[in-house]
């Protein structure tokens, strides 16, 4: 103890007993402060609200006309006169500039003299040549009636051969049919006498001399013999006569096919002609023979009808027509008989008629044969080959005049061609705005050649933001999303609507990074708004109104898993959701919270603070304390 009192009447000992002390107070207090429990950590928490979620990708880029018109001059010169300037408004057919003319007048006066020099040299030509070629026509409209009047010629006969195969043909076959007719109605005929015969007989007694027996022996006598000769002359007689005709028929119509297909074919038809005479001699003998044997057979139908009419007469006289059955069906028949009689007499009467007239037919084929419509043709050769020698004649004379009408006429054409050509030229010595728009630039000043093009006119009626995005908002942008325009020179009338309608398929690279070119429209551009103006156009992406939205900050990720933590009962619960679309700020959540929940944000970024009214080092000194912003 009286050690340690003369150590304190030194400094040194003094000082050791200062620290002494500062230390056991210190850690009197760093023992109590670690025995006592440890503050709870504030957590900051943001409740899930309903609100909106647009997603969007921004466009910076400048304003531009949606399309411009290159200006030129269709004719070359100096420029004289310039009416517009850069910036200003025009209308359309508003004159913009305009040429030189004086070479332009000169060379439109030099190609009227020369037009009015070819113009006489073409009527002197044509006065010397007008007669040839009158003479020209002539020949042609001379030759043109030669030719129709050869060819109607050949026409006609022609046409009267045709008619006349066919009159003959058709002729022939009607009296082949008639002839058949006439022969089977024999048979008939018989078979009605004998139905009369034997039932007149049946009544009529074999002493009987009155009016029926007369009638019965009219009919009688018609059967025996005339009828029955009748019918052996349709066999012995008339068919052969007929089977001559048709073949004698056939032969003539076979040298007339033989004589189409050489007349189609242009061959020689001179030996047909003597084919066809030959056939037509037998032609002629088989009709004469198939005549004679017709008459010789239809002459019983003279006789029938002879007897028929003594019968009725007989069956209708004074005594008899009181009769009645079998009487009555007696005259019936009769008057059928005689029917069936008189039809064949006219029958017979137009076989005859057709067989005559068919054999004028044959003289009318013979006539074409014979060579009609062989020199008919010929001659139409002929004709139209004096008439195209003397075409070649007049054409001939026409083409040796001195003077060539077509090179006279081509020269004229040549000449006003060149008026037009230098008309025009002086005509658009003056270039009009083809629509409204603003002169964009002038590239030629007056007094120089104009430049090709010399002037651009833009169209302001409709304007485009042109900007570029990246690679990865590319993907995102559709043609046809909404975007809201702003265009920074003109504040908030700058503030406009428009479309995406154009992004570029392939990127360019700029300062080494890819980037799209994108077209924005603007559907209503502000009067204000010029080319050249920089904006910003806000595409729309995705929107969703009234959904439950988080700040972006309170979601968590962890291994890939996105999650909340939200506050239950004091505790921070991680808790799994679906997540919509989203934008720098705030997320969409579709399921797994509800609107009030509070989601637990990260803690706040700490400093490094000290603490208040501690000293700085030292004995007695406090650690550093973490405070939250």
Do not use: C
Request: hydrophobic share 40%; aromatic share 4%.
């Amino acid at each position: 103890m009286t050690v340690f009192r003369g150590i304190l009447m030194t400094w040194p000992g003094r000082i050791f007993a200062l620290a002494l002390v500062g230390l056991i107070a210190g850690g009197a207090v760093f023992v109590s402060r670690a025995n006592a429990p440890a503050a709870k950590t504030e957590l900051r928490t943001q409740a899930v609200t309903k609100g909106s979620v647009i997603q969007s990708v921004a466009v910076s880029g400048s304003v531009a006309a949606m399309n411009q018109t290159k200006m030129s001059f269709k004719s070359t010169g100096k420029i004289s006169e310039i009416y517009v300037s850069v910036g200003q408004q025009v209308i359309a057919g508003q004159a913009l500039a305009k040429l030189d003319t004086t070479d332009l007048e000169t060379a439109l006066a030099q190609a009227q003299a020369n037009l009015v020099s070819a113009q006489n040299n073409y009527n002197r030509t044509a006065s010397t040549t007008s007669d040839a070629q009158k003479a020209l026509n002539q020949a042609r409209q001379q030759a043109a009636q030669d030719l129709a009047t050869a060819q109607a010629a050949l026409n006609k006969l022609t046409t009267n051969y045709v008619s006349a195969k066919s009159s003959f043909t058709s002729f022939t076959d009607n009296a082949n049919g008639g002839i058949s007719s006439f022969q089977d109605s024999l048979g008939t005929i018989q078979s009605q006498v004998d139905t009369l015969i034997a039932e007149m007989s049946r009544i009529v007694g074999g002493g009987d001399t009155g009016d029926l027996r007369s009638a019965l022996n009219a009919i009688s006598g018609a059967n025996s013999p005339a009828l029955q000769n009748a019918r052996a002359n349709s066999v012995t007689l008339l068919s052969p006569a007929l089977a001559d005709y048709l073949s004698a028929r056939s032969a003539l119509l076979s040298v007339v096919a033989d004589f189409d297909y050489a007349l189609a074919a242009g061959n020689d038809t001179t030996s047909i002609a003597s084919s066809f005479q030959l056939a037509q001699t037998n032609y002629s003998i088989a009709t004469s023979r198939l005549t004679n044997a017709l008459d010789t057979t239809s002459a019983v139908l003279g006789t029938v009808q002879t007897a028929v009419t003594t019968a009725q007469a007989s069956l209708n006289t004074q005594s008899t027509k009181t009769l009645h059955d079998p009487f009555d069906q007696w005259r019936a028949d009769l008057a059928t008989l005689y029917t069936l009689v008189g039809a064949q007499q006219q029958n017979v009467s137009t076989v005859k008629l057709k067989i005559s007239q068919a054999t004028s037919y044959v003289s009318t084929m013979n006539d074409a044969i014979g060579g009609s419509i062989a020199t008919a043709t010929q001659n139409v050769s002929a004709t139209a080959q004096r008439g195209q020698q003397s075409i070649d004649s007049a054409q001939t004379s026409l083409n040796s005049k001195p003077y060539d009408l077509t090179n006279s006429q081509a020269s004229v054409d040549n000449a006003a061609s060149a008026v037009q050509t230098a008309q025009a030229n002086l005509d658009n010595a003056v270039v009009t705005a083809p629509s409204s728009g603003v002169v964009a630039s002038i590239a030629s000043q007056v007094g120089e050649t104009a430049a090709n093009p010399f002037m651009v006119l833009a169209n302001t009626t409709s304007l485009v933001l042109h900007g570029t995005i990246g690679e990865s908002d590319v993907a995102k942008v559709k043609l046809g999303l909404v975007a809201n325009v702003a265009v920074d020179a003109v504040s908030t009338a700058g503030r406009m609507t428009g479309r995406v309608t154009s992004l570029d398929p392939v990127a360019t690279i700029q300062s080494g990074v890819p980037v799209y070119g994108i077209d924005v429209t603007i559907d209503l551009p502000n009067s204000q708004v010029k080319p050249g103006m920089t904006g910003t156009a806000t595409v729309i992406i995705a929107s969703r109104q009234n959904v439950l939205t988080v700040p972006n900050l309170a979601i968590r990720t962890t291994n890939g898993r996105r999650y909340l933590q939200i506050l239950k009962d004091g505790e921070a619960v991680d808790t799994d959701v679906v997540f919509g679309i989203s934008n720098d700020t705030t997320t969409e959540v579709i399921s797994g919270v509800a609107e009030g929940d509070l989601a637990v944000l990260p803690a706040a970024r700490a400093t490094a603070t000290a603490r208040p009214g501690a000293g700085g080092g030292g004995f007695g000194g406090g650690g550093p304390v973490i405070v939250g912003r």
